[in-house]
């Protein structure tokens, strides 16, 4: 089987799916299991998996037996703040290691601060987190996140919730020449098409909360997604062909054909 494997853990699904932005647990809920995802992001800052007592659960809509959970540090500006958030998930889902680490640099972008990125991830490798990293298209700074220690890189296609799609697909291609980690498109994805180059260009994965509950139908876009995902990666798999400005040699053999001399 094409796995995914992070963290020495293998998943049936490429598409990893974000919980936030839906207009309750119901509809992230049938917009998850639409998608196919087994690992699915929670902001630890903006939804309720038991700090809040009494309130509706995301664990009661997304039962951690049935999902893999990925708490992110969503709305976190500083390394400090993000160590705190992770340490906080680990204690609420008792003792879970792997986590989504992102570190903003500007509330109007939410482009990733890497100075704060990489001093966090470095403090929460070293406290045995498992650490799948948002950064930046850099290849130098993915490349240092890897040796950390990181678990995966995650490299923005284009800004957060913009829908613009991968804008540098050679940056993306320079990472995955040199990583050794899974490679997972994080940030920007807007419709099946931009999945589906994501997986061509040989990323691992992708993930995506915006492009789906933003959709004006939640469900059949995380459907599109989930087929995008799978697609692409198996258009990579196979090879395409390369591109040249016409066709010189035809598509069928020329060899025995009727009034061409042999």
């Known amino acids: 089987m094409d796995s995914l494997t992070i963290a020495g853990k293998a998943y ?8 936030g932005k839906y207009k309750d647990f119901d509809e992230t809920r049938r917009a998850v299991e639409a998608s196919g995802a087994e690992i699915v992001t929670v902001a630890i800052r903006r939804t309720n998996i038991g700090q809040n007592a009494g309130e509706p659960s995301l664990l009661d809509a997304l039962p951690p037996s ?7 540090t969503a709305g976190c500006y500083t390394a400090d703040d993000a160590v705190r958030t992770l340490r906080l998930a680990r204690e609420l889902l008792d003792g879970h290691e792997l986590v989504k680490l992102e570190v903003l640099g ?11 990125t990489l001093k966090a991830a470095e403090t929460l490798v070293q406290e045995n987190f498992k650490v799948m990293v948002y950064c930046s298209d850099d290849p130098i700074l993915a490349k240092r996140l890897e040796e950390i220690g990181c678990v995966a890189v995650m490299p923005l296609a284009s800004l957060i919730g913009s829908g613009m799609g991968i804008l540098n ?11 050794k980690v899974p490679v997972i ?3 920007g994805v807007g419709t099946a098409s931009d999945a589906a180059i994501a997986m061509e260009l040989g990323c691992d994965g992708v993930l995506m909360n915006t ?3 933003a959709a004006k139908n939640p469900v059949l876009m995380a459907q599109a997604m989930k087929k995008a995902v799978e697609a692409g990666r198996e258009a990579y798999l196979a090879g395409r062909i390369p591109k040249k400005l016409y066709a010189a040699t035809p598509s069928s053999p020329t060899a025995g054909i009727i009034g061409k001399a042999a």
């Open 12 to 19: 049936a699904s490429r598409l990893l799916i974000g919980t």
């Open 66 to 72: 049935k999902y893999t959970y990925l708490p992110n």
């Open 106 to 116: 500007d509330p109007k972008t939410l482009f990733p601060n890497m100075m704060e």
């Open 169 to 179: 697909p050679w940056s993306l291609q320079l990472i995955l020449e040199n990583a």
């Open 185 to 187: 498109v994080d940030a």
């Open 211 to 213: 492009a789906v509950a």
